[in-house]
């Protein structure tokens, strides 16, 4: 059972590019996270998906940032008009069910590098 | 919102001491305390949790305890080895929004 795949794992843009992240979850999970992280500190929510909606966006940048979570396929994290404080780490998590508790299973995350 | 703070933010200790880090966390409303451990350039794995009708965990080398009254918890880790050392988060929330504390550095000295 393969864990949650991200890609790319390296990217290199250019600002005013744009971004797109990748993540397919756990076989059997249905539920999504976006969290970023910053050099040298924690991981900051972004958004959480379930299939086809967005179910808390709180996280996320009101501008440039956007996600889904398409019926097949992948979550897609778009990044558009990058700027160099967009930098960071990606990490995608996933979940097998709604819960109020529950493990995270992350991916091995997305490094976005914006020159 | 929920807001984490997490100390120290480095730690080292001699292989085979007893590590501690400590969190607060604001919302009375979180109810999940999850710990988790990231090697450099890896993924945050999950080495423990414990749930807000629960006050103390242990598995092996590891612990966690909570006050819920106090608002805050711990992470202790025993006979630690090497291979121990690592970035440690700790967070609170629920699996839906969890907030991550800033990191402890934990350095074990061989």
């Known amino acids: 059972n393969a864990g949650v795949m991200q890609n790319p794992r390296h990217l290199v843009r250019r600002r005013g590019q744009e971004a797109r992240l990748r993540c397919s979850p756990m076989k059997g999970h249905s539920h999504v996270y976006w969290y970023r992280q910053l050099p040298e500190e924690g991981l900051k929510f972004m958004v959480y998906?379930?299939?086809?909606?967005?179910?808390?966006e709180s996280g996320m940048p009101k501008e440039r940032f956007s996600a889904e979570f398409p019926k097949e396929g992948p979550s897609i994290l778009r990044i558009q008009q990058v700027v160099r404080g967009d930098s960071a780490a990606y990490f995608c998590?996933?979940?097998?069910?709604?819960?109020?508790?529950?493990?995270?299973?992350f991916g091995e995350g997305s490094r976005l590098t914006v020159l | 919102g929920e807001n984490v703070e997490q100390h120290p933010s480095t730690l080292s200790v001699q292989e085979g001491d007893s590590a501690v880090i400590k969190c607060t966390y604001s919302?009375?409303?979180?109810?999940?305390f999850p710990w988790y451990k990231q090697e450099l350039g890896k993924r945050p794995q999950l080495i423990i949790d414990?749930?807000?009708?629960?006050g103390e965990k242990k598995d092996q080398r590891i612990a966690v305890t909570l006050n819920k009254t106090a608002k805050h918890f711990s992470l202790h880790i025993t006979e630690t080895q090497p291979e121990d050392s690592a970035v440690y988060f700790c967070?609170?929330?629920?699996?839906?929004?969890?907030?991550f504390g800033s990191g402890t550095q934990l350095t074990v000295l061989p």
């Open positions: 998906l379930q299939k086809e909606n967005i179910i808390d």
């Open positions: 967070a609170a929330g629920s699996a839906r929004q969890l907030t």
């Open positions: 998590a996933s979940s097998p069910q709604e819960s109020n508790t529950g493990e995270l299973f």
């Open positions: 919302d009375s409303a979180s109810n999940y």
């Open positions: 414990i749930r807000s009708n629960v």
